[in-house]
């Protein structure tokens, strides 16, 4: 656990920011290792399957995963005021909540996947395989849940390194996995599947037998009935904005699936492999942003509003000069990064189109996220929904639409660097008006 009221606010948030960027790499290494054995040995329409399914799982556990990140901020104001009771309380809520959430999804998910998918106009050879898939990982859905929910619960209080080991652990396992099912066993996309299914189960365990074991305000109690509604308003009040924001993103990306889909398989395996490394690329700016958020919360229950400034500064700096270098290193390499995932030309030479233009414009991604995080973390969080809502579907997707007729398949890269700059300056005018300074739950600033 660590107190961010005290110290050096650049060295805080960095020491803070590196475990959850190494984390995050583990993590995405489920999705990267996936499209990469299914697109070398299953071929162009199996990467393009679970490429599809991506959006939609993302669409549709992000409005619950929202409510833990609010539980999240709720812990670190709690936590950084020293009401450890509250602490607990909020934990021992969140964890009931996301329990029958996981099960809601998980049956919600299964049964209306391939309707879901239908929407989205895949080609013939696409969908089968992407039916497949999404309908095993939503079985999954209540180990992904949990996971979450505990390491949002270690963020809030400062804790951001145990659920990287753990992470670590499970990507391992899941490499392995993926090629025993898909290689040795011949399950094809559905081996994939069932890889991320058990590695999230294996990083679960892991993460509630240490907590159980080592935790000191934190502990994951099943049988106690710990439900506290008016902690679980404070969360929604904090993490609806969040999730509705996530779900944005995710009916925004399918919506832009949709659009990729008309140009065909060659184009959708293009945008699956550019996108797995656009993940890697966007890490830095959303856990910096994340640590921005923990510190903020701490500090605002505090008072001490000449130190949230100052993390601000200093997260800015960090992410944009960590996203340049990423992200031209990137650009430089484009075509044998796409080429990791597939040898076909033509999906090399559209992952590299992709690649090239949405990377070139990173940086304002990177400060539209980083005073996101730092309203988030303030307890504003429904000036980030907003900004994702404009820049997404008021900017992003009709640009999209419009520009894919005019340009061809190239109209739909452009379109994300231009919803981008909007949305970067609705969250910079909020953050300079001030209003942020009274939604703290915990202190009330004038």
């Known amino acids: 656990m660590k107190d961010f009221t005290t110290g050096n606010e650049t060295r805080l948030i960095l020491n803070f920011a590196i475990p959850m960027i190494l984390g995050n790499v583990f993590m995405q290494l489920y999705q990267f290792v996936d499209s990469i054995?299914?697109?070398?040995?299953?071929?162009?329409?199996?990467?393009?399957?679970?490429?599809?399914?991506?959006?939609?799982?993302f669409m549709i556990i992000s409005l619950i995963m929202g409510i833990g990140v609010g539980a999240s901020v709720v812990v670190s104001q709690y936590f950084g005021a020293k009401e450890y009771e509250k602490v607990r309380a909020?934990?021992?809520?969140?964890?009931?909540?996301?329990?029958?959430?996981?099960?809601?999804?998980t049956v919600l998910g299964t049964l209306f996947s391939r309707n879901i998918l239908a929407l989205m106009g895949l080609p013939d050879d696409v969908l089968p395989h992407a039916t497949e898939y999404l309908r095993i990982y939503f079985l999954g859905s209540i180990l992904l849940f949990g996971y979450n929910a505990v390491s949002a619960m270690l963020r809030g209080v400062g804790d951001s390194k145990t659920p990287l080991y753990f992470l670590i652990v499970a990507s391992v396992l899941n490499v392995g996995l993926d090629l025993f099912f898909i290689?040795?066993?011949d399950w094809g996309v559905a081996g994939a599947a069932w890889a991320t299914i058990i590695s999230q189960g294996m990083s679960f365990l892991l993460c509630v037998v240490y907590v159980n074991w080592k935790g000191e305000v934190i502990r994951v109690r099943f049988s106690r009935k710990g439900f506290d509604w008016a902690i679980f308003r404070q969360c929604v009040r904090l993490g609806l904005p969040t999730g509705l924001q996530q779900m944005f993103v995710g009916a925004g990306n399918t919506a832009m699936m949709s659009i990729v889909s008309g140009f065909g398989t060659n184009v959708i395996a293009a945008y699956t492999a550019a996108s797995r490394i656009d993940m890697f690329a966007s890490l830095p700016i959303m856990n910096f942003s994340g640590a921005l958020t923990s510190f903020v919360g701490q500090n605002i229950s505090v008072g001490r509003f000449d130190r949230i400034k100052a993390g601000l500064r200093s997260t800015l700096l960090m992410s944009v000069a960590c996203c340049v270098f990423i992200n031209l290193s990137i650009?430089?390499?484009?075509?044998?990064?796409?080429?990791?995932?597939?040898s076909d030309p033509a999906v090399i030479d559209y992952g590299r189109q992709t690649l090239i233009i949405m990377n070139s414009f990173y940086?304002?991604?990177?400060?539209?996220?980083?005073?996101?995080?730092?309203?988030?973390?303030?307890?504003?969080?429904?000036?980030?929904?907003l900004t994702t809502l404009l820049s997404l579907w008021i900017i992003r997707?009709?640009?999209?639409?419009?520009?894919s007729r005019w340009f061809g398949e190239v109209g739909i890269w452009w379109a994300v660097p231009v919803g981008w700059f909007p949305g970067a300056l609705c969250a910079i005018g909020y953050y300079l008006s001030g209003r942020w300074k009274n939604k703290s739950v915990v202190f009330k600033g004038d």
């Open 397 to 403: 997707v009709p640009a999209a639409a419009i520009f």
């Open 183 to 185: 290689l040795v066993l």
């Open 37 to 57: 054995i299914v697109g070398q040995y299953l071929g162009k329409e199996a990467l393009a399957a679970v490429g599809a399914s991506t959006p939609v799982i």
């Open 363 to 385: 940086f304002i991604f990177a400060v539209m996220f980083t005073f996101n995080g730092a309203l988030r973390g303030a307890g504003a969080a429904v000036v980030p929904m």
């Open 90 to 105: 909020t934990c021992d809520t969140i964890f009931v909540f996301l329990f029958v959430a996981g099960v809601a999804v």
């Open 331 to 342: 650009i430089v390499f484009a075509r044998p990064l796409i080429g990791i995932f597939t």
